[in-house]
């Protein structure tokens, strides 16, 4: 009988070549990844989640008080569809951004190397397992709103809400595999974080609407892929928008096709890895 597994060929003799997708590689990988941050879930999921909630009674009590409205809801109902897919995406950055950083400091990445992946698998891998912890600190954070008196938070459009949380935290663990593929630190990912990532999350209309600015700083809201991503999955809870809803969910496939072809360029030229 012949064990060989059924996607494997042989153009040698002990010279087996993986043919189409290494499945079982992929998987391993995916569930390598998933299990690390769910080992410290204390950490990577509900410590974001209460982070998230302490964000939403702050602004709560300081802004939300004597009926204050916005796009027709009230200020908690606005701002926490925002707060949830910006606990989603920044999730999504630190685990993607970790993986082979951590690896290129500890001497292991040849760990990641070595297997027979290729590297749409190695990128498969990676992105899956951080929009995976995106969703479980999304769920975690909506599940705690959905107990929160005061905070109504039931999806009113299903498919925005999937979609614009789908593609905002693939953009993010994107921009956190090419933030790992660069730094050579630790130093220099938290550098991302904070003078990238943080400003962007928090300037992207998350507490106000936009239509509120001045009109240049109006035009700078709307060159912030972010943006895109809140006002889309705010969209998705409330049925209102401050942009449009089609023109935001094009252009974050676009970018996420974009952020995956770079990805690949730099993984396969051993940018920064193979040395």
């Given amino acids: 009988m012949n064990d060989q597994p059924s996607n494997w060929v042989r153009t040698a003799p002990g010279v087996p070549v993986i043919r189409n997708v290494n499945w079982g590689g992929l998987w391993t990988l995916y ?124 999806p009113v459009h299903v498919w925005a809400v999937a979609w614009f949380g789908l593609m905002g935290s693939a953009m993010l663990a994107f921009f956190g595999l090419i933030t790992s593929v660069w730094a050579e630190k630790f130093d220099h990912a938290a550098a991302v974080t904070n003078f990238v990532v943080a400003p962007l999350s928090l300037l992207s209309g998350t507490f106000y609407s936009i239509d509120a600015l001045s009109p240049v700083f109006r035009g700078i809201s709307h060159a912030n892929p972010f ?36 990805c690949y360029g730099l993984l396969r030229s051993g940018w920064k890895i193979k040395s």
């Fill in 227 to 262: 943006f895109y991503v809140i006002s889309g999955f705010r969209y998705g809870f409330l049925g209102e928008t401050d942009s449009p809803v089609l023109f935001g969910a094009l252009l974050l496939l676009v970018i996420n096709i974009g952020l995956w072809a770079l």
């Fill in 31 to 154: 569930v390598k990844e998933v299990r690390r941050f769910f080992k410290v879930q204390l950490q990577t999921i509900w410590a974001p989640a209460v982070t998230t909630m302490l964000f939403l009674v702050i602004f709560t009590v300081a802004l939300g008080r004597e009926g204050r409205t916005i796009m027709g809801a009230s200020f908690a109902d606005f701002v926490a569809p925002g707060l949830i897919v910006m606990g989603m995406i920044q999730n999504a950055f630190a685990n993607s951004s970790f993986s082979l950083l951590v690896g290129k400091i500890q001497g292991t990445i040849v760990d990641y190397l070595m297997p027979p992946l290729s590297v749409g698998e190695l990128i498969t891998g990676f992105i899956g397992a951080a929009v995976t912890r995106a969703v479980f600190v999304g769920l975690a954070v909506w599940l705690a709103m959905l107990a929160w008196p005061g905070v109504h938070v039931a």
